[in-house]
C-alpha cells in the first residue's frame, strides 16, 4: 500500500487507453498507477513524461505536468548515452596519431 502524499511520476507505458505510471519516492520507484490516458495532463501523455502526483486511498486524486523535470531527465539520459556511445581510443588509433 502507498501512503497518501505527492509522487513523482514517470509515464512508463500505455495500454489500450491506460497510463502506467510508476511512482517516485527519492529517485526510486516504489509503486505504480494505472489511470485512463484522457486523466493525464495533455502535454504528459507520452512515455517518459514525468508528472506530479497526488494520491489518496492509493487512488490518484490530482496528476500535474513537470515539463522541466521530463527535459532535465531527457538531456541527462541522452548525455549519459553520448558518453557511452564512444569508444575507447584502441592501441592502432594511439599510434596513428605517435
Known amino acids: 500500500m502507498t501512503p497518501d502524499g505527492i509522487y513523482t511520476a514517470v509515464v512508463d507505458r500505455f495500454e489500450d487507453d491506460l497510463a502506467v505510471l510508476l511512482l517516485e519516492d527519492d529517485g526510486d520507484a516504489v509503486d505504480q498507477a494505472v489511470l485512463d490516458t484522457e486523466r493525464l495532463p495533455e502535454d504528459a501523455r507520452y512515455v517518459d513524461a514525468v508528472v506530479s502526483v497526488e494520491l489518496e486511498d492509493e487512488e ?3 496528476i500535474t505536468s513537470e515539463e522541466r523535470e ?3 531527465r531527457s538531456e541527462r539520459a541522452q548525455r549519459r ?3 557511452l ?3 575507447p581510443p ?3 588509433d594511439e599510434s596513428e596519431t605517435s
Open 81 to 83: 548515452f553520448d558518453e
Open 90 to 92: 584502441s592501441p592502432e
Open 60 to 62: 490518484v486524486i490530482d
Open 85 to 87: 556511445s564512444q569508444r
Open 70 to 72: 521530463t527535459v532535465e
